[in-house]
Every structure is written in structure tokens, then in C-alpha cells.
């Protein structure tokens, strides 16, 4: 039922398509979520913005959603899908903000050594993406 739910809310709230470089950075927020384990995951869902998950889970991909919201407490996950079943249409702008941001908080917990990527073959080349200068095409 709570992957229904989230489907009825995610399609038809975003209120225009990504562009080429907005479709990428959120791409590149979705695979650095799905190549997190579980361990990693829980540590940075205790540190992301309620509100500014909301926003980010209606541009990540379907799978990076699941990812976020099966590490969460069930009373969490459903509070956050009954938020965005009750919010309006999103501008891309604040969507693709709210997956950097996520994005962000997962380099900055990896430099700070609360999570590591040594585990993750994927999450570790998204972070010597974002650290070799990736971050500032992401900003751009």
C-alpha cells in the first residue's frame, strides 16, 4: 500500500520536465543513494531536512525513493508520503536543490568519517566525482 501511495503522489507534482542538466544531477543524487547499504543510509536519513526530503524524493528515481524510505521508521516514511500526497506541484529548481542537498550531506558525512564509501564501489566514484570537481558542475 506504500508503494502505491507513493506512486499516486510522486507522478504529476512535478510541475515541468528536467532539463539535459537537471535530468544528470538528479541522476547523479539517485545513484549515490542506491549505492549506499543499508548501515550508510540510516545515518544520513537521520541528518536530511523533513521538508527538503519531500521535495527531493519527487526528483530522485523510483528506486533511490525506496532506498531513502525503507531506512526510515515506518511512522516516518508514511508521514513523509502523506506530506507530499498534500503538497502542490514542485518547481524543478527546488527539486534538483533539495537532491544536491542530499547529495552534499553524503560527502560531508563521508569526509567527516560518520559513513564510509570503502564498502560501496559506486558511492566511493561518486564521491571522487563530486571532490575531483564534480561539485562545482553540480552547483552550476
Not at 560531508?108 to 570503502?118: A, H, M, Q, T, V
Request: some cysteine; glycine content about 6%.
Amino acid at each position: 500500500e506504500m508503494n502505491d501511495r507513493l506512486s499516486q503522489c510522486y507522478y504529476g507534482s512535478i510541475a515541468q520536465k528536467p532539463g539535459e542538466k537537471d535530468y544528470y544531477k538528479l541522476k547523479a543524487a539517485s545513484e549515490a543513494i542506491c549505492a549506499m547499504n543499508d548501515e550508510n543510509m540510516k545515518r544520513v536519513v537521520k541528518d536530511i531536512d523533513h521538508d527538503e526530503l519531500i521535495y527531493a524524493l519527487r526528483g530522485i528515481s523510483g528506486e533511490a525513493r525506496q532506498r531513502i524510505l525503507s531506512n526510515m521508521p515506518i511512522l516516518a516514511a508514511i508521514k513523509v508520503i502523506d506530506n507530499m500526497e498534500h503538497s502542490g506541484p514542485a518547481r524543478m529548481t527546488d527539486l534538483v536543490q533539495c537532491s544536491m542537498n542530499i547529495y552534499a550531506l553524503i560527502v560531508k558525512l563521508i569526509d567527516s568519517g560518520e559513513i564510509s564509501c570503502e564498502d560501496d564501489g559506486r558511492l566511493c566514484t561518486f564521491y571522487r566525482f563530486f571532490t575531483d570537481g564534480g561539485e562545482q558542475w553540480l552547483k552550476d
